[in-house]
């Protein structure tokens, strides 16, 4: 019996890492008296592990409640994905919860640069207890 591959098939390059917030600015822009306060954050970070870079973003969030929050956001990332250099634009949905920050995101098709044009992956992050966030980036690259 021959067992064949299918040539059609993909890999996916799993990449795992943290990063550590460098740089926060959150203002609110609308705090009705009888709606939700909302709120936009600029912020900085710095990636390590299988993604090694720096991150700048802009997210919008909504607080039901003083002590949660529901946000979406888009971050560039540049610096290296599997030995390729480049950047990419990360497309994140998400909500805080009991002090953890948890996300999924995206790689905006046809935002990434330089060594990583075709990057197209998804994945995440959440934040830990010593304010890093463990992240992780299923990817592959369009040829």
Not at 107 to 117: D, I, K, Q, R
Not at 127 to 132: A, F, I, L
Request: aromatic share 10%.
């Amino acid at each position: 019996m021959t067992t064949t591959l299918s040539m059609e098939a993909q890999l996916t390059a799993k990449a795992a890492g943290s990063y550590e917030i460098t740089s926060w600015d959150e203002k609110p822009y609308d705090e009705g008296s009888d709606t939700p306060k909302l709120t936009k954050a600029h912020f900085t970070n710095a990636f390590s592990g299988d993604i090694e870079g720096e991150g700048a973003a802009e997210t919008l969030m909504v607080y039901p409640t003083d002590s949660t929050a529901n946000f979406v956001g888009l971050q560039t990332v540049t610096g290296t994905v599997g030995g390729r250099k480049g950047s990419f634009v990360l497309q994140a949905t998400g909500s805080w919860l009991d002090g953890v920050a948890r996300a999924e995101w995206f790689v905006v098709p046809g935002s990434a640069t330089g060594g990583l044009v075709g990057l197209t992956g998804k994945g995440g992050y959440t934040s830990q207890p010593d304010g890093s966030c463990a992240v992780t980036l299923d990817y592959d690259f369009e040829e």
